[in-house]
């Protein structure tokens, strides 16, 4: 009677051993899957904010020119840098296109006109012209309205 339960109690051991054996490696896996997933989508999105803030870097553009009429400023907008861009002007605390959610597009080393912008505005006056894209860059231009 001894020495069959004594055969009994030597599988009891290995089979605890194979069950917690197999229980690491299953938590090790799982855990090993995490991280790998969280490491994907963070070098994801650091990749893609390192492509954007390049594309920022990479923005340059000019007010090439502006004229007024008496009623209407015109206004020219040359990108000569390598990234497409939208963009906004501001003229005496208005803004072009006033839709808040629309952008004029410029293509890499395009000029563009602008639509006439409705502008009052005296003759010997300075106009401060500010164009803005999308990613935060600036432009100036002041435009003397010339007397007549």
């Known amino acids: 009677m001894n020495t ?3 055969g ?4 009891s051991p290995v089979i605890a051993a194979l069950i917690l054996s197999a229980t690491v490696l299953t938590v090790g896996g799982a855990c090993w899957a995490y ?4 490491m994907t ?34 206004i020219w907008v040359f990108n000569y840098g390598e990234v ?6 501001s003229v005496k605390n208005v803004n072009y296109p ?14 563009i006109s602008f639509s006439p912008i409705d502008v009052s505005a005296s003759p010997g006056e300075t106009l401060n012209i500010r164009a ?3 990613r935060g860059n600036n432009a100036f231009y002041r435009y003397l309205v010339p007397q007549v």
């Open 4 to 6: 069959r339960s004594c």
């Open 8 to 11: 009994r109690r030597a599988y």
């Open 35 to 38: 991280s790998q997933g969280a």
């Open 41 to 74: 989508i963070t070098s994801e999105e650091y990749a893609e904010s390192v492509i954007e803030m390049i594309d920022q870097i990479s923005e340059r553009f000019i007010i090439e020119h502006a004229y007024y009429n008496g009623s209407h400023l015109f």
């Open 84 to 89: 497409d861009m939208d963009v906004k002007i």
């Open 98 to 111: 006033s839709d808040q959610d629309l952008w004029i597009q410029i293509n890499s080393c395009e000029m």
């Open 132 to 134: 803005y894209t999308k």
